[in-house]
């Protein structure tokens, strides 16, 4: 499981108690760099592409909302992958507007794949 960043959970806080409307996640990065996921990542360590979300987020659950991501095989061709993030537009995109980074083993692209990712958030009440 991912877990929400920092920022996440601040802005979380904000949208859920004022009508701030740039903090939604609206983007998904990929990126080179490794090391473990935490909540004080604001940031991929290495980012290499970032996409807009594809389509409207599926909140066809209760307390979840799935975001997907797709890349062509251009985008992908001879990167190698380890982490992802969900990201936010408007006032801090591009610099520490992470809601969440996930790290991962390697993954080699060789120009022939294409890489779709759905990057789930369940809000857990507690």
């Known amino acids: 499981m991912c877990p929400v960043t920092n920022f996440g959970a601040q802005a979380l806080a904000w949208r859920m108690g004022s009508p701030l409307n740039n ?19 604001v940031t991929l360590v290495s980012e290499r592409d970032r996409n807009e979300i594809t389509g409207s987020p599926d909140f066809s659950t209760a307390r979840k909302v799935i975001f997907t991501g797709d890349f062509n095989s251009v985008e992908m061709s001879g990167t190698q992958l380890r982490e992802f993030g969900l990201f936010t537009t408007g006032l801090g995109a591009n610099v520490g507007s992470s809601w969440l980074r996930e790290a991962f083993g390697s993954i080699i692209f060789d120009g022939t794949n294409e890489l779709q990712v759905q990057a789930t958030i369940d809000l857990i009440p507690g």
């Open 23 to 41: 903090l939604w996640i609206s983007q998904l990065a990929m990126g080179s760099g490794s090391g473990t996921a935490l909540v004080t990542n």
